[in-house]
């Protein structure tokens, strides 16, 4: 094989690479950060009004109670498979200042690239374990089974792999759809109790400014794994692609439960607005 042979080789196998890399950061971490910060943006003004509307304490005992400890039991998890260090863990409490929350305390060692990377996971942990619950919660109770969404040709050029994140998108948004269909279009108490626990999983379901400090530190580590394992693994062929497409068929469904809450919390934002108006508390 002369040296034009094996330099064409190369390159071909380093854009798969690229790739590869590209694709699995736009499917598996850039939508799941944009949907992350969207709710944030969401609950953070929904909890403010709701707070206003009937105070934090009411809030904590009627909704708090379920949706506080699963968001510490989220951060909690990725720092123990991560190999952090809680060192103080707090499910639910009344705070001095009123109301109920809680907590969680972890050391790690900043030299420690996997610790390093767990600060992603450990900061997405109230997202992505919320989300799984109400999952869970739809599979349990509406008995759903969800879509998958379109799996791309992985040697498609760059164009074709961003042009498949709209319609990739639309497959988690008719699971939405499936979600509040089933609710709405049968009410039934599996209906109403999953309508109550999800909406009040999902009203915690979001960032604290500290879990945004976490992330921005740990994107480009994240970032340079995605491609030292792609280089390592691409030529074995099923095993890095038939990984990804398997990851991909259950994020359909995943994003269409992160969109379902957010929506939700969106119409009780609203509603919460209106009344803090009408009734002159805002």
């Not at 694709?23 to 969207?38: E, G, K, M």
Request: aromatic share 14%; proline share 2%; with cysteine.
């Amino acid at each position: 094989m002369d040296f034009t042979a094996i330099m064409s080789a190369l390159w071909t196998y380093l854009k798969l690479v690229l790739l590869l890399s590209l694709r699995q950061f736009l499917f598996l971490f850039a939508l799941l950060l944009i949907l992350s910060w969207l709710m944030q943006l969401v609950n953070s003004r929904f909890l403010r009004q709701t707070n206003t509307l009937f105070g934090s304490k009411l809030y904590g005992w009627l909704f708090g109670w379920i949706s506080i400890p699963v968001h510490e039991l989220g951060h909690a998890f990725f720092a123990l498979i991560f190999g952090h260090k809680i060192t103080r863990l707090v499910l639910f409490e009344s705070k001095s200042r009123g109301g109920q929350g809680g907590y969680m305390q972890h050391k790690w060692q900043g030299g420690n690239l996997y610790q390093r990377v767990g600060n992603l996971f450990i900061s997405l942990g109230p997202i992505i374990i919320g989300s799984l619950v109400v999952w869970l919660l739809s599979r349990l109770l509406l008995d759903l089974n969800f879509s998958s969404g379109e799996i791309l040709d992985i040697e498609a050029g760059l164009v074709t792999q961003i042009l498949g994140i709209p319609g990739f998108i639309l497959s988690g948004i008719s699971n939405t759809v499936m979600i509040l269909g089933t609710i709405f279009g049968h009410i039934t108490w599996k209906t109403l109790l999953f309508l109550y626990l999800s909406f009040a999983l999902g009203s915690n379901i979001c960032l604290s400014e500290m879990d945004i400090r976490n992330l921005k530190p740990a994107v480009p580590v994240i970032l340079a794994l995605m491609l030292a394992f792609n280089l390592l693994t691409a030529w074995l062929g099923d095993f890095s692609l038939g990984f990804l497409d398997n990851l991909e068929t259950g994020l359909a469904a995943f994003y269409g439960i992160m969109i379902y809450v957010m929506l939700l919390n969106l119409v009780f934002l609203l509603v919460t607005y209106l009344l803090n108006k009408l009734l002159g508390k805002s």
